[in-house]
């Protein structure tokens, strides 16, 4: 028998006109979690070994940067790849963002952007500072899975014979893998805990190296999730489902995660080689 989807009010609290959703809050906790952990991070010297240590001002102020990345590029991620012929019929619609529509690979763009211009303007390594904002995404990423499962959205590929697979209130009385709650477990709880110990272990005495564990991390643990995942409806599978993966085509998410690990890992090469370290810091060393 399948798993009942459990009802939960995507509502989390509304007073009058005034509602606040679990979408919402997800996005605060992913920040408020972010900056908490970023805070430690920069205030430990150790992990800074010759390049400049931001100050705690610096954090607090380059959250609100992050924030605006986000959400400017994760909307533009979606508007672009996912569903731009529908937004160029309705174009009012690319700023309705309280109706969903929301791009990580956007998102992503978007905040390395946000944070490469605010390093430049403190006079800090971008790198550095991407590496550290690496280390913390888990936690966002987590908490944004998790509401797309209470959302009932993002739902995962037909599995009748999948002992723990659910009955989406949206998705027809087929159970479906909650691959929601897969992406929650590998984008969010593992690379976490992946990028903690890389932290500990290399601080960001080698710029670029923590960044791209990050992306190739997330871009295999999309890759993998997709297999489990339903594609969105207004493209399905691309190039007419003719490449195959384990019983469907490849999905968007799996073809903008390809250049991510790629990236991933040259600068994991880069990093390593010492490339990617500024002069005077390698003196220092």
């Known amino acids: 028998m399948p798993l009942s989807f459990p009802l939960i009010d995507p509502v989390a609290i509304s007073i009058g006109p005034f509602a606040i959703r679990w979408y919402a809050l997800a996005y605060v906790a992913g920040l408020l979690g972010g900056w908490f952990y970023a805070k430690r991070l920069a205030a430990k010297a150790e992990l800074w070994a010759g390049l400049k240590q931001p100050k705690a001002t610096d954090v607090d102020d380059l959250i609100v940067w992050v924030a605006l990345g986000v959400v400017l590029g994760g909307r533009a991620g979606y508007v672009l790849f996912y569903n731009l012929n529908a937004y160029l019929a309705h174009p009012l619609e690319i700023f309705a963002v309280w109706r969903g529509g929301m ?10 952007l946000a944070i490469a211009l605010f390093s430049r303007s403190r006079g800090l390594s971008a790198l550095a500072m991407l590496d550290m904002a690496s280390v913390v995404a888990p936690i966002g990423l987590f908490f944004g899975r998790i509401a797309n499962f209470i959302n009932g959205e993002l739902w995962g590929r037909p599995a009748p014979d999948f002992p723990y697979a659910v009955v989406f209130p949206h998705a027809g009385p087929v159970p479906r893998h909650p691959s929601q709650l897969y992406e929650a477990f590998g984008e969010g709880l593992i690379l976490f805990i992946v990028m903690a110990v890389a932290a500990r272990r290399f601080g960001f005495r080698r710029p670029g190296l923590l960044g791209g564990l990050f992306v190739l991390g997330y871009a295999v643990a999309r890759i993998v999730c997709e297999f ?21 085509g490849i999905t968007m998410g799996m073809l ?16 390593v080689r010492g490339y990617t370290r500024p002069k005077q810091a390698a003196e220092a060393a």
């Open 228 to 248: 489990f995942r339903e594609p969105d409806e207004q493209l399905g599978f691309l190039f007419g489902g003719s490449v195959q993966a384990l019983g469907g």
């Open 103 to 112: 791009s990580f690979h956007g998102g992503f763009l978007g905040a390395a």
């Open 256 to 271: 903008l995660s390809v250049p991510m690990a790629l990236a991933g890992v040259g600068f994991i090469v880069l990093a």
